[in-house]
């Protein structure tokens, strides 16, 4: 039974956890917390020397302290090379690489890479969904990898 959840973790897939790195208040709140916009910053996980750099609403208010309120669906995102990029191997089309919460139930806040062989970039979108409804507000950024940087797809 240990051998068959081991293996059930090995499929889950590989995602970034985000590093908060600071906020702005952009609502004063009597009650809990104000309303914010929020920056953080995670690494790809399958491209070392890549870091992407999200910024996003944070709802505040009694709603927001409890974790019960939904925040706006609105982002952007910028990634960069912080660092020698190297590839973990081929990668995905398209592939998650971050994902986090952003309500109490079925909301989340995505950030996607996809792969552009012909000028050998990688592209990183972000957008909110939500169950039944989700939001076209997106943003997109690319990261051009170094000449000689062999981008193998999968």
Not at 11 to 23: D, F, K, N, V
Not at 64 to 92: F, H, M, N, T, Y
């Amino acid at each position: 039974m240990r051998l068959f959840w081991s293996s059930c973790l090995l499929l889950l897939p590989l995602a970034a956890q985000a590093e908060l790195i600071g906020s702005v208040d952009t609502a004063f709140k009597l009650i809990g917390p104000d309303h914010k916009v929020i920056v953080e910053v995670f690494d790809d996980p399958k491209v070392a020397g890549v870091a992407c750099y999200l910024s996003r609403a944070k709802t505040g208010g009694v709603s927001g302290a409890l974790g019960l309120a939904e925040d706006k669906a609105e982002a952007s995102i910028a990634c960069r090379q912080v660092g020698e990029i190297r590839l973990g191997g081929p990668l995905p089309r398209q592939e998650e690489v971050f994902s986090e919460k952003t309500s109490i139930l079925f909301k989340r806040q995505r950030v996607v890479r996809m792969v552009d062989s012909k000028r050998n970039a990688l592209i990183y979108l972000t957008y909110s969904d939500r169950l039944i409804d989700g939001s076209p507000k997106n943003s997109v950024t690319a990261v051009p990898l170094p000449p000689g940087t062999a981008l193998s797809v999968r």
